[in-house]
């Protein structure tokens, strides 16, 4: 689990094919690595990634080809830069909101102007994740853990303060520009109670709700 919180922005140092999946190695740059061992998770760009072998300047990690399909990982190149936050800890402030590192989807930056001294983003989400995106409600955008303004016909909006542009990529966004989006996972939960599942024997529902006196 994460926090949405970057700790450093590190770079692509190789991207390996390998029998139909990828073997990644990045170079994490100021992020310290003095406390992860193998296995250890590492969320790059918002995808959580397990490590695999540790150099002096990075790791490396394999990518599965379900992570492949729902990550733009494939088209990452050699230099390109990444958001880095290692997994948390029982004593971490949560500063920013539960974070899985499971993307969800992939959105694209419509539009980019200046507001005031922050950044004002439209991004458009898939239209399968819209449902899970509320205003002033939490998401995470390329690993980082961001409150939308407003939604929009196509996804939402948000600004990014000047410290978030400094420490993380977010400041490269240009419109056309893709990125991971992982929404919520208390939207996912509740819905699935709401709706419960075909092998469900009983789900939670407005009628139940109302009838043991949560719902008026």
């Excluded at 991971?180 to 139940?208: C, M, N, W």
């Amino acid at each position: 689990m994460f926090t949405g919180i970057i700790e450093a922005v590190g770079y692509v140092a190789n991207v390996t094919q390998q029998q139909g999946d990828i073997r990644l190695r990045v170079a994490t740059q100021s992020l310290d690595l003095s406390d992860v061992k193998l296995g250890d998770s590492i969320a790059t760009n918002g995808v959580c990634l397990t490590v695999v072998t540790l150099h002096g300047d990075g790791f490396e990690a394999d990518v599965s080809r379900e992570s492949i399909a729902h990550t733009r990982i494939a088209q990452w190149q050699m230099g390109d830069k990444l958001n880095l936050e290692k997994a948390m800890m029982p004593t971490t402030r949560m500063g920013g909101h539960i974070v899985s590192g499971h993307v969800d989807g992939v959105g694209r930056v419509q539009s980019r102007k200046a507001d005031a001294r922050s950044v004002r983003f439209d991004i458009e989400a898939p239209a399968d994740l819209c449902r899970y995106i509320a205003a002033k409600g939490s998401i995470t955008v390329d690993g980082v853990s961001l409150t939308t303004n407003a939604l929009t016909a196509t996804g939402f909006s948000l600004n990014i303060v000047p410290h978030t542009a400094e420490q993380t990529t977010l400041c490269d966004l240009q419109p056309g520009h893709h990125v991971h989006l992982e929404v919520d996972v208390i939207a996912r939960y509740l819905e699935q109670l709401l709706t419960g599942s075909k092998t469900a024997s009983s789900a939670i529902t407005p009628s139940f709700l109302a009838e043991n006196g949560f719902w008026k």
